[in-house]
């Protein structure tokens, strides 16, 4: 009787969500982050219920059992675009295939899970501690001695020299962040080596996942593509991946803002887009995006500047842009732009300014009705392709990130675009007709 | 004689601990509103909502956890709070806790604040949560002393550390005009205090939610309300100490209290999302290098003032 | 009388607090092992978290030590301050004055810098 008026006032509240991103998994977060009736939450214990859009390649499945895991009861789960893990039983499992409808099935599934008219999800892995150690002594106390043996299922830390007479080398903390991690790209997985919460050693263990891009940057390597509908593709890819860090950075109604920004990109009025861009870009300065909370530091060295490429070496002050070459860029007098500090928050200012950039092309392209003039390579928002896509560069962050406190290692990995390119466009959905004067 | 003294107050602290983070909650919403869209039961169902499937899910436990201290350390930041919200006199003659040195009390409940947030990440034995922990640390170090140098400030023309006697120092004029730089600093230490907005550096995203990255459940539930609780512990001696208390013409004194404590918990309300997390070594250095000489700044104003 | 109601106050928030905790978990089970885990995004960490963990501010510490007994001295001269007149001005000024040196020191030997 108490459950239920008390389960009933749960089940209105925005329905927590952990999204646990596979392969083309974003636009699930994007459409979720836009919606008010879900609250994205950055932890699996917060979450009622597992999100799991895109697929998950079989070797991130022992981890995806590890979150699954992870989330207290009462949960479920939905899987959009994916496969569901077999051994979870169909009462506990719901599967949605159009995005349209994910935001009405997680609220109906968070509805149904309080009402106990949807399965709750079992547990999937052993109940079994990591090492055993239990009942070697009289108390079930286990391991061998001060330092050694595994207390309580695992050993404890210990500081990284041999030698433990320095009393002055305090314990590292390795763990391996795993592909599921909200704050990082999907797919990427880092065993990181903590001391205090300085980093250490970073080594990527799995690459994150491909990522892809609007069709018109495909169909630029074959024909001559409006240069209007590419500089709004490249804008609003900036514009998600400025989501990311301005989640990241605390400010929740901006990063929506910016979603909301890049889902008007590729039809909406540009002369309009611009000017708000412009009013954002002022209020991001205001609530203090750079001042406070981007830090100076990740920058790159010269050749890790060139061979990353793109927004990220422009911002080092190599001046490279495929668009400089183009013809039809030159007669809109594309002008190329490059910030010296090479760093984090000289990344940041850069792609603003690209986005701004991009706005203006668009504007004056749309209304000449401007194509591009080569079609051997074009300026990708992840750097340049010639012949061969962009690759991973993932590595980079095993120099740059050592040194770096937790909160500016992961301000400067949300600055950068490490992934490769997936041979593949992103599917766009159905087109709308253009809104708004031209 | 024991009602009046003993059982009032204690009605009185103990509804305005649970009334005040309630509407602190409703004031969130609010502002949550005025940032964008949102949609829910409603500004005043929606905190009862959120508590109402926090109640439901299950508390997690961790592998090793201190446990009786991860358990105690939500409760005891609860108990600070409701410490702090016994200082606050609401009229004249209506104090919970008339004691001479309650400035002094307050400066401590602060202190041991940043003990229980760190207690709080610390217990759970996870990584994401230790880190969160001792990041706080940091900044908890860092606001006691900009709190001390403000209040003092405020204790001079009262010749006094009672805030009864703070009160009454301001009967001619509000120690938020008299001590301009007052306000504003001791509002940053509230925002501190609760690792709200800009100083969220325990519970902040980058650590997957920090010192609450593992903490689910009616354990949840009590941390968050118990952070709320302190916000408005903090509004009450912030209108004490500089909006005049329960001064004010035709209302009674306690209506005066409650109408200013949410004029402070709306601006701390409305602060809070306004600004970018700030990175812990900036914020080390903001407190230190700029904040700290302007603490010193008021107290020097505020001893001048007082001799005049 | 009024330390006795401080201390009712907070004995029955405190005990508001973990009964709040304690009552709605009553009859749930205790969570399984992978349950417990750390969360690392799936990841698995290699040891306890417990550890010596380096704590970049500890000078700053030190220099907030000093400041705090500063402050214990402040309490009573507070109270006394507008009585004592400009005698006490002169002193505690010489007594900021001097820390604001170790401040200064502190700046500059980066004492703020989190390394």
Redesign the interface.
């Given at each position: 009787m108490a459950?239920s008026w008390?389960?009933r006032?749960?089940?209105?509240?925005?329905v927590?969500v952990f999204p646990a991103l596979g392969m083309r998994g974003e636009e699930a977060l994007y459409r979720l982050a836009l919606s008010?009736?879900i609250k994205r939450?950055?932890?699996p214990?917060?979450a009622?219920l597992l999100l799991v859009a895109g697929g998950v390649p079989p070797s991130m499945q022992q981890a995806l059992r590890r979150v699954h895991d992870q989330l207290?009861?009462?949960f479920t789960t939905l899987w959009y675009r994916s496969a569901p893990l077999v051994e979870l039983p169909q009462a506990a499992v719901t599967t949605v295939d159009s995005l349209d409808a994910l935001p009405g099935a997680l609220v109906e599934s968070h509805g149904r899970l309080?009402r106990n008219t949807v399965g709750r999800s079992p547990r999937l892995l052993p109940d079994a501690?990591p090492h055993p150690w239990q009942g070697l002594g009289d108390d079930g106390h286990g391991g061998e001695g001060m330092m050694g043996g595994v207390?309580?299922?695992?050993p404890m830390a210990m500081p990284p020299t041999a030698d433990l007479r320095d009393g002055l080398a305090l314990d590292i903390?390795t763990?391996r962040l795993g592909p599921f991690?909200?704050?990082w790209p999907p797919g990427f997985e880092a065993e990181v080596t903590?001391q205090?919460?300085i980093i250490q050693q970073f080594s990527v263990r799995s690459s994150p996942f491909p990522r892809a891009l609007a069709p018109v940057f495909h169909e630029a390597r074959e024909r001559p593509v409006a240069i209007a509908v590419l500089e709004r593709a490249r804008a609003r890819h900036h514009l998600q991946a400025l989501f990311h860090a301005l989640?990241?950075?605390?400010?929740?109604?901006l990063a929506?803002?910016a979603l909301r920004l890049a889902d008007t990109c590729p039809s909406g009025d540009i002369v309009l887009l611009a000017k708000w861009f412009t009013a954002f870009e002022r209020r991001l300065r205001r609530?203090?995006?750079f001042v406070?909370?981007l830090?100076k530091c990740g920058a790159l060295r010269k050749k890790q500047a060139e061979s990353q490429g793109g927004f990220a070496a422009r911002a080092a002050g190599i001046e490279r842009d495929v668009r400089a070459e183009d013809d039809g860029y030159r007669r809109l007098a594309f002008s190329m732009m490059t910030q010296q500090a090479g760093d984090t928050r000289a990344r940041w200012r850069q792609r603003l300014a690209e986005i701004a950039q991009s706005f203006d092309l668009a504007a004056r392209a749309q209304r000449d009705d401007m194509h591009t003039a080569q079609t051997d390579a074009v300026e990708t928002p992840r750097g340049a392709w010639h012949d061969t896509r962009p690759k991973d560069t993932s590595h980079l962050l095993e120099d740059l990130l050592p040194g770096l406190?937790?909160?500016?290692a992961?301000?400067t990995l949300a600055s950068l675009e490490l992934a490769a390119l997936s041979p593949w466009p992103r599917e766009e959905p159905a087109e709308t007709p253009e809104e708004g004067a031209a | 004689m024991i009602l009046d003294?003993?059982v009032w107050?204690?009605t009185w602290?103990?509804a305005a601990?649970v009334l005040g983070p309630y509407l602190l909650a409703v004031l969130d919403g609010l502002v949550?509103r005025s940032?964008?869209?949102?949609?829910?039961?409603g500004i005043w169902?929606?905190p009862?909502?959120?508590g109402?499937?926090w109640?439901?899910?299950?508390?997690?436990?961790?592998?090793?956890p201190d446990g009786r201290a991860w358990?105690?350390a939500?409760?005891?930041?609860?108990?600070l709070?409701?410490?702090g919200?016994?200082l606050v006199p609401w009229s004249r003659t209506w104090?919970?806790?008339?004691?001479a040195?309650s400035?002094?009390l307050w400066?401590s409940i602060e202190a041991l604040a940043t003990v229980v947030i760190f207690l709080q990440g610390?217990s759970?034995?996870?990584?994401?949560?230790?880190?969160g922990a001792?990041?706080y640390?940091?900044l908890g170090?860092?606001y006691?002393?900009i709190s001390?140098?403000v209040l003092?400030g405020v204790?001079?023309?009262a010749?006094?550390?009672a805030l009864t006697q703070v009160i009454t120092s301001q009967q001619e004029l509000w120690n938020v005009l008299r001590q301009p730089l007052g306000l504003p600093l001791f509002l940053i230490v509230g925002l501190a205090i609760t690792f709200r907005?800009?100083f969220?550096l325990a519970d902040?995203?980058?650590?997957?939610?920090g010192t609450?990255?593992?903490?689910?459940?009616?354990?949840?539930?009590?941390w968050e309300f118990?952070r709320s609780a302190m916000l408005v512990a903090f509004s009450g001696i912030a209108t004490t100490a500089f909006l005049g208390g329960w001064l004010g013409p035709w209302l009674p004194g306690p209506l005066w209290v409650a109408f200013k404590m949410l004029a402070v918990l709306a601006l701390l309300a409305w602060l809070g999302?306004?600004?970018?997390?700030?990175?812990?070594?900036?914020c080390?250095?903001l407190m230190?290098?700029v904040l700290?000489?302007l603490a010193?700044v008021d107290?020097?104003w505020a001893?001048?003032e007082?001799?005049l | 009388?009024?330390?006795?109601?401080?201390f009712?106050?907070?004995?029955?928030?405190?005990?508001?607090?973990?009964l709040?905790?304690?009552?709605?978990?009553r009859h749930?089970p205790?969570?399984t092992?992978p349950?417990?885990?750390?969360?690392?995004?799936g990841g698995l960490?290699d040891t306890?978290?417990?550890s010596r963990?380096h704590?970049?501010?500890y000078p700053?510490?030190l220099?907030?030590i000093a400041?705090?007994m500063e402050?214990m001295f402040?309490?009573p001269w507070?109270?006394?301050?507008?009585?004592q007149?400009?005698k006490a001005?002169m002193e505690?000024?010489m007594f900021?004055a001097i820390l604001?040196v170790g401040?200064l020191y502190?700046?500059r030997e980066g004492v703020?810098?989190?390394q």
């Amino acid at each position: 009787m108490a459950v239920s008026w008390l389960a009933r006032l749960a089940a209105r509240a925005p329905v927590p969500v952990f999204p646990a991103l596979g392969m083309r998994g974003e636009e699930a977060l994007y459409r979720l982050a836009l919606s008010p009736d879900i609250k994205r939450v950055d932890s699996p214990r917060h979450a009622s219920l597992l999100l799991v859009a895109g697929g998950v390649p079989p070797s991130m499945q022992q981890a995806l059992r590890r979150v699954h895991d992870q989330l207290p009861a009462p949960f479920t789960t939905l899987w959009y675009r994916s496969a569901p893990l077999v051994e979870l039983p169909q009462a506990a499992v719901t599967t949605v295939d159009s995005l349209d409808a994910l935001p009405g099935a997680l609220v109906e599934s968070h509805g149904r899970l309080l009402r106990n008219t949807v399965g709750r999800s079992p547990r999937l892995l052993p109940d079994a501690p990591p090492h055993p150690w239990q009942g070697l002594g009289d108390d079930g106390h286990g391991g061998e001695g001060m330092m050694g043996g595994v207390p309580y299922g695992r050993p404890m830390a210990m500081p990284p020299t041999a030698d433990l007479r320095d009393g002055l080398a305090l314990d590292i903390l390795t763990f391996r962040l795993g592909p599921f991690f909200p704050l990082w790209p999907p797919g990427f997985e880092a065993e990181v080596t903590l001391q205090g919460d300085i980093i250490q050693q970073f080594s990527v263990r799995s690459s994150p996942f491909p990522r892809a891009l609007a069709p018109v940057f495909h169909e630029a390597r074959e024909r001559p593509v409006a240069i209007a509908v590419l500089e709004r593709a490249r804008a609003r890819h900036h514009l998600q991946a400025l989501f990311h860090a301005l989640h990241l950075a605390g400010l929740e109604d901006l990063a929506r803002h910016a979603l909301r920004l890049a889902d008007t990109c590729p039809s909406g009025d540009i002369v309009l887009l611009a000017k708000w861009f412009t009013a954002f870009e002022r209020r991001l300065r205001r609530r203090g995006f750079f001042v406070l909370h981007l830090p100076k530091c990740g920058a790159l060295r010269k050749k890790q500047a060139e061979s990353q490429g793109g927004f990220a070496a422009r911002a080092a002050g190599i001046e490279r842009d495929v668009r400089a070459e183009d013809d039809g860029y030159r007669r809109l007098a594309f002008s190329m732009m490059t910030q010296q500090a090479g760093d984090t928050r000289a990344r940041w200012r850069q792609r603003l300014a690209e986005i701004a950039q991009s706005f203006d092309l668009a504007a004056r392209a749309q209304r000449d009705d401007m194509h591009t003039a080569q079609t051997d390579a074009v300026e990708t928002p992840r750097g340049a392709w010639h012949d061969t896509r962009p690759k991973d560069t993932s590595h980079l962050l095993e120099d740059l990130l050592p040194g770096l406190e937790w909160g500016e290692a992961l301000a400067t990995l949300a600055s950068l675009e490490l992934a490769a390119l997936s041979p593949w466009p992103r599917e766009e959905p159905a087109e709308t007709p253009e809104e708004g004067a031209a | 004689m024991i009602l009046d003294q003993l059982v009032w107050p204690l009605t009185w602290v103990l509804a305005a601990l649970v009334l005040g983070p309630y509407l602190l909650a409703v004031l969130d919403g609010l502002v949550a509103r005025s940032l964008g869209p949102t949609r829910g039961p409603g500004i005043w169902l929606a905190p009862l909502s959120r508590g109402a499937w926090w109640l439901i899910q299950h508390t997690n436990v961790t592998e090793a956890p201190d446990g009786r201290a991860w358990r105690l350390a939500p409760a005891l930041y609860l108990a600070l709070a409701a410490g702090g919200l016994a200082l606050v006199p609401w009229s004249r003659t209506w104090v919970a806790t008339d004691i001479a040195t309650s400035l002094v009390l307050w400066g401590s409940i602060e202190a041991l604040a940043t003990v229980v947030i760190f207690l709080q990440g610390w217990s759970a034995n996870t990584h994401l949560t230790l880190v969160g922990a001792y990041r706080y640390v940091a900044l908890g170090l860092s606001y006691i002393l900009i709190s001390m140098f403000v209040l003092i400030g405020v204790a001079l023309p009262a010749e006094s550390l009672a805030l009864t006697q703070v009160i009454t120092s301001q009967q001619e004029l509000w120690n938020v005009l008299r001590q301009p730089l007052g306000l504003p600093l001791f509002l940053i230490v509230g925002l501190a205090i609760t690792f709200r907005g800009p100083f969220n550096l325990a519970d902040s995203t980058d650590l997957a939610g920090g010192t609450s990255a593992d903490v689910s459940g009616a354990q949840r539930l009590v941390w968050e309300f118990a952070r709320s609780a302190m916000l408005v512990a903090f509004s009450g001696i912030a209108t004490t100490a500089f909006l005049g208390g329960w001064l004010g013409p035709w209302l009674p004194g306690p209506l005066w209290v409650a109408f200013k404590m949410l004029a402070v918990l709306a601006l701390l309300a409305w602060l809070g999302p306004a600004f970018a997390r700030i990175t812990p070594e900036r914020c080390v250095s903001l407190m230190w290098v700029v904040l700290l000489p302007l603490a010193f700044v008021d107290l020097i104003w505020a001893g001048v003032e007082a001799l005049l | 009388m009024e330390l006795l109601v401080l201390f009712v106050i907070l004995i029955l928030s405190l005990a508001a607090g973990l009964l709040l905790q304690w009552w709605p978990g009553r009859h749930h089970p205790m969570p399984t092992y992978p349950q417990r885990a750390p969360f690392l995004g799936g990841g698995l960490p290699d040891t306890h978290a417990w550890s010596r963990f380096h704590v970049r501010y500890y000078p700053m510490a030190l220099l907030l030590i000093a400041f705090e007994m500063e402050m214990m001295f402040m309490y009573p001269w507070a109270v006394v301050y507008v009585a004592q007149g400009m005698k006490a001005v002169m002193e505690m000024g010489m007594f900021l004055a001097i820390l604001s040196v170790g401040i200064l020191y502190g700046w500059r030997e980066g004492v703020f810098r989190w390394q």
